[in-house]
């Protein structure tokens, strides 16, 4: 469906043509890479604008599966990245990567497709998938941050101080005592905060360097530095139009 939008619209602080919007997509039928995240820095691009961004560090993700309708019910391709000492896993897991000629890799991940006729048992998938403009979404564990109370956890005000008060920090009422005599799921209470699956959605990919196996994402992304990330085409704005 094509939608009449101007020739230009504002993104992210930037001018981006039109032909950059969709309304939605089905990426459940995309491959992605996984990577890990670098830290974060600024860059110029070659309009001279200045972009805060993610450097995130990839490596060709080898296929060590691809499974079929006829044997599992469904088409999808299973990739490993970060490769590891031998010792680092166990004998059913490097009996799985042998069938692939793999090394060791510590992280595995699926992706279903459509077809599986452009794949092939042990090829590589890079960062070559995506290209400058590109928009992503990336997903990551976010950084724990431990157990804190309501205000810190969810910015709730304080009690007074002064005349008396005794209810400073305190939650307060969870519900009601008759009806419904339970406490309603969902409630902001005391807990962890952090330590999440996140995903940011939307990043635009600011510049890709195939020689050191970088990306460069504009913007954050959640988790901490060394964190395993997974970048994905996105689910709402693309050049698809």
């Known amino acids: 469906m094509k939608l009449n939008y101007k020739e230009k619209y504002v993104y992210a602080g930037l001018y981006l043509p039109a032909s950059t919007l969709v309304i939605w997509k089905d990426n459940n039928m995309t491959v992605g890479i996984l990577g890990k995240k670098v830290g974060m820095t600024q860059v110029y691009d070659?309009?001279?604008?200045?972009?805060?961004?993610?450097v995130?560090?990839?490596?060709?993700?080898?296929?060590?599966?691809?499974?079929?309708?006829?044997?599992?019910?469904?088409?999808?391709?299973?990739?490993?990245f970060d490769e590891v000492k031998a010792r680092k896993l166990n004998k059913p897991e490097l009996g799985h990567l042998a069938k692939s000629n793999s090394k060791p890799l510590r992280h595995l991940k699926e992706f279903r497709v459509e077809e599986l006729e452009s794949y092939k048992l042990g090829e590589s998938i890079d960062v070559n998938i995506f290209k400058e403009n590109d928009m992503v979404d990336v997903t990551g564990k976010s950084i724990g941050k431990g157990f804190m109370g309501t205000i810190a956890r969810y910015n709730f005000a304080r009690g007074r101080m002064t005349h008396g008060s005794k209810s400073h920090r305190l939650p307060g009422s969870i519900g009601a005592g008759t009806t419904p005599s339970r406490v309603?799921?969902?409630?902001?209470?005391?807990?962890?905060?952090?330590?999440?699956?996140?995903?940011?959605?939307n990043l635009r990919v600011i510049k890709i360097d195939n020689e050191r196996n970088l990306i460069l994402v504009r913007g954050s992304v959640p988790g901490v530095e060394g964190g395993l990330l997974l970048i994905k085409p996105t689910v709402r704005v693309g050049k698809d139009v």
């Open 46 to 54: 070659k309009d001279g604008i200045l972009h805060p961004v993610t």
């Open 184 to 201: 309603v799921k969902g409630k902001k209470m005391a807990g962890r905060k952090g330590a999440k699956r996140i995903t940011a959605k």
């Open 56 to 80: 995130i560090e990839t490596a060709p993700g080898k296929i060590t599966q691809i499974k079929s309708e006829e044997t599992d019910g469904y088409k999808s391709i299973q990739v490993g």
